[in-house]
């Protein structure tokens, strides 16, 4: 059985970029029902990244097709760093994990900075609101449209990708719908298209305004009426249930609990927060086999590390590097599905990266990116002429002020935060290692770069 102050650090390690002393003591007093509620308060509003926060004025006068790619590869390292920021520092803590969950269930990877910033501020907006409005608002993206071919889908000419996902990832999931309900709805999504600044629009003269049969239901049939059908259908609740209970608990969820989670929610009219509250809420989210259990995704990862160490960068190229290293980019999904989380983000290629991230920070270690894991078309480190600049790598004892801690005190709070969450399953090295810091024979940065290096700590 778990006590009250580990029930609150695994909390806040599945709803938060991760706990932090100061967190800790303010929830201690605070039911888990109070503080649940005090986390959906709190990501209440909703703030979106701006155009002027991404782009770079001085770039603007850029017009040769080299110049345009570099200010395009700047924005976007800037919509990455702002996010992983976010996630890790914004005040709307349980809103951005969230979003960070809908940004793998919507997968799109897009070379347009500006559509790839609408269609994030759009996943952030609507995270803890409705899954109705969420999927209508996400479905009208032209980052989404560009990037499932729905530009492409005219009468005569159907094209079945966005209709096919829309079902398979989105909604239904796989087994729950036929070809012919694929072809019927891509008739139906005819004509969605978008104008030259992002906005959507329904071409008439594209649109296939017959009949379709889709799932049992005939009708004219427009895009809207297929989500709306897809929404009314009760598997869609069953699949979002399972999906998100899976990403906040790292389980599959047993049928009884999916029947009823899934009821409610749908009862709700896919109130997010309600479902949020049902299983955050329940015993079985603090059940030994939840309970520091989960892989830590490359991006949880660092948001840990960054609101752990409370760390600032000086521009946004570090954060993209590390996270090319890693293995996971945000808002760079592998494929339509998006990541496969798990036990594949530990293999030999990331586990000693991994395991001495938190050194290289804490003691401003060279982090070199010769190789890294990813590499994304026209993303090396290249000036306005497409060249190559200073290779891939950088060293953080020339970044100002990155590390922002009190010297020692903080020290000695992060470290206790860590014994408490790890003690569990170091009791052995933990003892030694308190007896070793009491007596100074090993000091408190060592001892906090001993405890992030450890296994464990891969661990949510």
């Not at 969820?253 to 709700?268: A, E, M, R, T, V």
Request: net charge neutral.
């Amino acid at each position: 059985m778990l006590n009250h102050n580990q029930k609150i650090i695994h909390l806040l390690h599945r709803t938060t970029g991760g706990p932090r002393l100061k967190d800790l003591l303010r929830f201690q007093s605070q039911s888990i029902i109070a503080i649940v509620d005090e986390l959906i308060h709190k990501s209440s509003t909703y703030k979106q990244f701006t155009r002027d926060q991404v782009f770079d004025k001085n770039l603007d006068t850029l017009k040769k097709a080299r110049g345009v790619k570099y200010r395009n590869r700047v924005a976007k390292r800037r919509i990455s760093d702002l996010y992983i920021m976010q996630l890790a520092k914004g005040e709307e803590q349980l809103r951005e994990k969230i979003s960070f969950f809908w940004h793998d269930h919507f997968p799109v990877n897009v070379k347009n900075p500006g559509q790839t910033l609408s269609y994030l501020n759009t996943i952030r907006k609507h995270a803890l609101g409705s899954f109705r409005e969420l999927l209508h608002a996400v479905s009208r993206e032209k980052a989404m449209i560009l990037y499932l071919d729905n530009n492409k889908n005219i009468e005569g000419q159907p094209n079945e990708n966005f209709a096919r996902e829309v079902m398979e990832l989105f909604t239904l999931g796989i087994g729950h719908y036929t070809e012919n309900d694929v072809l019927e709805a891509a008739r139906a999504f005819t004509g969605w298209n978008n104008k030259n600044n992002g906005d959507f629009i329904h071409i008439q003269k594209h649109h296939d305004k017959g009949s379709k049969t889709i799932l049992g239901q005939t009708g004219q049939f427009t895009g809207d009426d297929v989500l709306n059908i897809l929404l009314d259908n009760k598997q869609t609740s069953r699949y979002i249930t399972s999906k998100l209970y899976q990403f906040l608990t790292g389980q599959t969820i047993p049928n009884g609990i999916k029947d009823s989670l899934s009821d409610q929610f749908y009862n709700s009219d896919y109130d997010i927060c309600l479902l949020l509250r049902l299983i955050l809420n329940a015993e079985d989210f603090y059940a030994p086999s939840v309970v520091s259990q989960k892989i830590k995704s490359p991006i949880e990862l660092i948001t840990n590390l960054v609101r752990l160490l409370n760390l600032e960068f000086k521009n946004a190229t570090y954060l993209y590097k590390i996270q090319m290293k890693l293995g996971q980019i945000v808002l760079y999904p592998p494929n339509v599905s998006g990541w496969t989380f798990g036990k594949s983000w530990i293999d030999l290629n990331t586990v000693t990266e991994r395991l001495e991230l938190g050194d290289k920070f804490l003691s401003n270690k060279t982090i070199r990116i010769n190789k890294p894991l990813l590499s994304l078309e026209g993303d090396e480190d290249s000036g306005e002429d497409g060249r190559p600049k200073n290779g891939n790598q950088f060293n953080f004892s020339s970044i100002e002020n990155f590390l922002h801690l009190d010297p020692e005190e903080n020290m000695k709070q992060l470290a206790q935060l860590l014994f408490n969450r790890l003690s569990n399953h170091l009791d052995v090295l933990i003892a030694e290692l308190t007896n070793r810091w009491l007596t100074g024979d090993i000091s408190t940065k060592d001892l906090l770069i001993v405890l992030l290096s450890q296994p464990e700590y891969q661990l949510n």
